[in-house]
């Protein structure tokens, strides 16, 4: 609420002259500076809210993307607010500045980001560090403009009628935070779901300068010359004109980046409510690629490999009803189907849009083998955990096809309590595969994974497959592409929820395996043990550990 105006105390005297000539009335010229304030706010919030989301989905690991963003750009906003107290005596032309760069900072922040990651990612070396260096510097340099707005306020707020700065201050954060609040929630329900990350961030670029400038220019005319007038003006249509430029020239830059990073075979290419999913090859003898925010996830390459490693050893057993958690390309569930004792097959998918893919693509449901129209296949748009809570069927067999447990989105699906859930579901003699991510490049995780389902309750087996395609990262760190550096096998853990351990065999009435034997199995079970990290704590919702 804007409080009523009271004289200030007598004391020093102020930075400006005396009142600001208005061409409205003070109370008018005072509730529009509020009025800037809060969508300068607004578009300040909007700011690191994409830098957050965007270094998420390129970098990974959304919880330390979002401790730096948020940590250097609070630290940047106390060095920007001190260093505006030189700017006070000139508050309206450096108010109008400092938007104009903080438009032109903020709203393409995005895309600059975006471009390191697509056209150097790969190059190596100092090179490979470019998009985190890019993400703390466009923090920085946002954080202390935004900063700097604060004192310049105070001081056009001063500048209209002096009142107490207990109070000039409440009026002023109040306008801060109602704004923050409105771009915080227009950032994830309007702009990001209708204009996507780069063009949400150019659009609110131009609200930015266009409003700094109208309020400098609309009330404090009469502080300026008319050089500097002509020098904002400038600045501002300069500023404009190239945001403009970028959101015309926004999809064709976008094609470039996506070619950049997958290559010139995309085919596929969109924005689920939960992820970006594109697809490569298929056609022409081309093999197929399904990447799932910019992570491989399918690679016809090396399917067979991982499938028939990651589902038969787990039938080996009754197998009438099967859970399989992930799994929506289908392909899980083709080889489940392959067994003629299958008699129900659940899958949970939380993205319907890849699961939509994995029907009507051509050259993913021929890879699937038109899995999803089997009348056994049953599939549920739904969170893995959630539907878990709530489960009362038992099933003899689940098969946990999930994203990497660095994936800070996957954590709680590798936690203690997700395989307490799954536990639950098992029938006496049921058995669980999980997937836990490489076991040569990241002992320590997969080993945790596997510490974590026995803490749940479960007797587990692991073992290892080696050979998956290295021509892309597919674990937590988009960055980390190349062979030099991606993972070169897969980590799994069969469990049991009674008995001993599982055995690690391939039923005998099992049908022709192409990759996976029962003398490759042994072997890929004893080169795992041979890596084991021992003395490590299980993963809980609570405390994390991958």
Known sequence: MIEPHVPAPPGSPPSWGGPARLPVRPGTGRFLVLAGVFVCAACGLVYELELVALASYLIGDSVTQASVVLSVMVFAMGIGSLGAKRLRCRAAAGFGAIEAALALVGGCSAMALYAVFAWTGDWGGLWAHGPRVLLVAFSLAIGLL????????????QRIRRQDAGGAVADLFAADYVGALVGGLAFPFLLLPWLGQLTGALLTGTV??????????????????????????????????LLASAAVLVDDFERAARNAVYGNDV???????????????????????????????????????????????????PHARVLVLGGGDGLAAREVLRYPGVRRVDVVELDAGVERLARHDPALSALNAHA???????????????????????????????????????????????????????????????????VSSRERVFWTVETTVRAAGLHTASYRVGGRDAGFAAGPDRTASGAARAPHDWGFVLATAEGPAPALRVDASAPRLRTLTQAGLAADARAAVRMRVAGLRASTLVHPRY
Request: glycine share 10%; with cysteine; net charge negative.
């Open 146 to 157: 935004i900063g700097a707005e604060v004192p310049l306020l105070m001081e056009l707020i």
């Open 208 to 241: 930015n300068a266009l409003v700094g400038c109208a309020l400098v220019l609309g009330l404090f005319r009469q502080d300026l010359s008319r050089r500097a007038c002509w020098l904002l003006v400038a600045a501002n249509v300069t500023v404009i004109g």
């Open 267 to 317: 085919r596929v290419a969109l924005r689920t409510g939960v992820q970006e999913v594109v697809l490569t090859g298929g056609t022409a003898g081309r093999p197929l690629g399904l990447f799932l925010d910019g992570r491989l996830r399918v690679s016809e390459r090396d399917d067979l490999r991982y499938h028939e490693a990651l589902v038969h050893p787990a039938m080996n057993g």
């Open 372 to 438: 999803f129209d089997d009348p056994r296949v049953h599939v549920t748009t739904a969170d893995a955990f959630g539907l878990l809570r709530g489960a009362r069927a038992a099933y003899d067999v689940v098969i946990s096809d999930l994203p990497d447990p660095g994936i800070t989105a996957s954590t709680k699906l590798y936690s203690q309590e997700f395989y307490g859930l799954a536990r639950q579901v098992l029938t006496d003699d049921g058995r669980m595969v999980v997937h836990g991510g490489p």
